[in-house]
């Protein structure tokens, strides 16, 4: 396997790097190990390399991760970019943006690919639905690759568009042109595709309450898929009562609801429902109770939220908004401030990191000891499946010109979360798929923009 060690001294600095979080000499960069028959068939010899190294210091991982990614990117010399989300681990995010590249929300990565056209490759460190957004946005000449196909969001499967089609028709049937859909981020491209055909927006945790004020304006029975938490925080937001809204069951329950079998007294709420919310849910964010608010409220620390938590928890925490949000918040703290964040846990972990040496002191929301009620925060164990081999294949495999095709992402691939096999569409499928989809990533792009 083709090492370069003579090129370990290059400094890359495309000056994009965002989150300002620091690898330290002898910090481990990596806790924990996946097992070899994680890795895909061709990234498993680079995998071995990894967990054959005698320990996981920057000083003995760099050098091996450098010996493969310097020679990478100074072969794709300045047409590459590398992208992974706040959410990640924290290893990964440092290693990302060691080498150059950007660390961010939804919404930004999103747009990577349409705004930057001198760039040909973007390879994604994060789950299938941002590299799929970023593949339905870029130009023709771009490629995007993600470096585990496995690393999917449950949310998003909780809401395929083989369990909402059925909703969609039903609702369409019933609402015809008064139906808008209004799709998260979290979804696939063949899901916003459907928000694309009704004239709808797509939306991200910091747009949401712009997008759905929008979508007010319309008049129209608005039909949020697929986080029924950030859809009636957005809501409400906006002005819609709870007795407006509608929750129609997620997953397969809500593929085999149909509307002539409700009774009476339940058409007629679906009917004077301004807002219709598909009934799934963040299994991380929604661990955090009003009573873990409370707690920490108690102790002196301020608390900030993310909107997928439940209604419950944003009305009484201090603040709530996006990822983005909540790391402006964290970083531009005062020494000596103390919060307690509700989130994804990797994402709370970096910042506590990230701001222990400045006096700021961040802890889980969920991280409670009383005996009462004992909980812990959780990460995201899907978007977790992204580690130094991953990323190391993928690049060197690029520069050979050998990376796999199940790596490759394209507008309407359904990945198959267990094994990374993808079911890709022909390429006029694509080009619907790609410009449905669009019609409702630009809306979005449109409304968030104007509301700058
Ligand atoms: S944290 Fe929740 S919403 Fe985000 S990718 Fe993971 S499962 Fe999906």
């Known amino acids: 396997m083709p090492a370069n060690p003579t090129t370990r001294d290059v400094q890359i600095d495309r000056s994009m790097a965002s989150s300002g979080i620091t690898l330290e000499p002898g910090i481990p960069i990596c806790q924990t190990d996946l097992p070899l028959d994680w890795y895909q068939r061709e990234f498993k010899s680079y995998a071995e390399e990894y967990l054959a190294l005698p320990d996981r210091t920057p000083e003995t991982v760099l050098p091996w991760m450098d010996s493969y990614i310097v020679p990478a990117m100074k072969h794709f010399d300045g047409r590459i970019m590398l992208l992974a989300h706040f959410y990640m681990g924290g290893e990964i995010v440092k290693l990302v943006e060691r080498y150059g590249g950007q660390i961010s929300d939804s919404y930004a990565l999103a747009r990577q690919a349409e705004l930057h056209p001198e760039i040909d490759v973007f390879v994604e460190s994060a789950v299938h639905f941002m590299a799929e957004t970023i593949a339905l946005l870029k130009h023709p000449h771009q490629e995007v690759w993600i470096t585990n196909p496995?690393?999917?969001?449950?949310?998003?499967?909780?809401?395929?568009?083989?369990?909402?089609?059925?909703?969609?028709?039903?609702?369409?049937?019933?609402?015809?042109?008064?139906?808008?859909?209004?799709?998260?981020?979290?979804?696939?491209?063949?899901?916003?595709?459907?928000?694309?055909?009704?004239?709808?927006?797509?939306?991200?945790?910091?747009?949401?309450?712009?997008?759905?004020?929008w979508a007010r304006e319309q008049n129209k029975k608005v039909f949020f898929v697929p986080d029924q938490h950030l859809g009636e925080n957005s809501g409400r937001q906006v002005g819609i009562s709870p007795e407006k809204m509608f929750t129609w069951p997620g997953g397969w329950a809500g593929s085999r609801v149909s509307i002539d079998a409700m009774d009476a007294a339940e058409r007629s709420r679906l009917d004077d429902a301004e807002l219709v919310l598909w009934g799934s849910w963040c299994g991380v964010h929604t661990v955090f109770e009003p009573r873990h608010v409370e707690w920490w409220r108690a102790k002196g620390f301020r608390v900030l939220v993310h909107p997928e938590c439940t209604h419950e928890v944003v009305k009484v925490a201090d603040g709530s908004g996006s990822t983005n949000y909540l790391w402006g918040e964290l970083m531009s703290a005062e020494p000596g401030a103390k919060f307690a964040v509700g989130t994804e846990a990797h994402f709370v972990e970096n910042a506590r990191q990230q701001l222990a040496a400045r006096g700021v002191?961040?802890?889980?929301?969920?991280?409670?000891?009383?005996?009462?009620?004992?909980?812990?925060?959780?990460?995201?164990?899907?978007?977790?499946?992204?580690?130094?081999?991953?990323?190391?294949?993928?690049?060197?495999?690029?520069?050979?010109?050998?990376?796999?095709?199940?790596?490759?992402?394209?507008?309407?691939?359904?990945?198959?979360?267990?094994?990374?096999?993808?079911?890709?569409?022909?390429?006029?499928?694509?080009?619907q798929i790609s410009q449905d989809a669009r019609s409702a990533l630009l809306k979005m792009i449109e409304l968030t923009e104007a509301a700058r």
């Open 150 to 213: 496995k690393s999917g969001c449950t949310m998003e499967t909780m809401a395929t568009e083989a369990m909402l089609l059925p909703a969609f028709e039903s609702l369409h049937e019933r609402y015809g042109e008064d139906l808008l859909v209004v799709a998260y981020m979290n979804t696939s491209g063949r899901v916003k595709a459907l928000a694309g055909r009704t004239g709808g927006s797509v939306c991200t945790s910091s747009n949401a309450h712009h997008v759905m004020q």
């Open 361 to 431: 002191e961040v802890v889980n929301l969920a991280d409670v000891t009383d005996p009462e009620f004992p909980s812990m925060g959780c990460g995201c164990a899907t978007m977790s499946r992204n580690d130094p081999p991953h990323l190391v294949a993928t690049l060197d495999l690029l520069r050979q010109g050998r990376a796999p095709e199940i790596n490759r992402v394209e507008s309407g691939d359904v990945v198959e979360a267990d094994t990374g096999w993808r079911e890709r569409l022909s390429a006029s499928e694509q080009e």
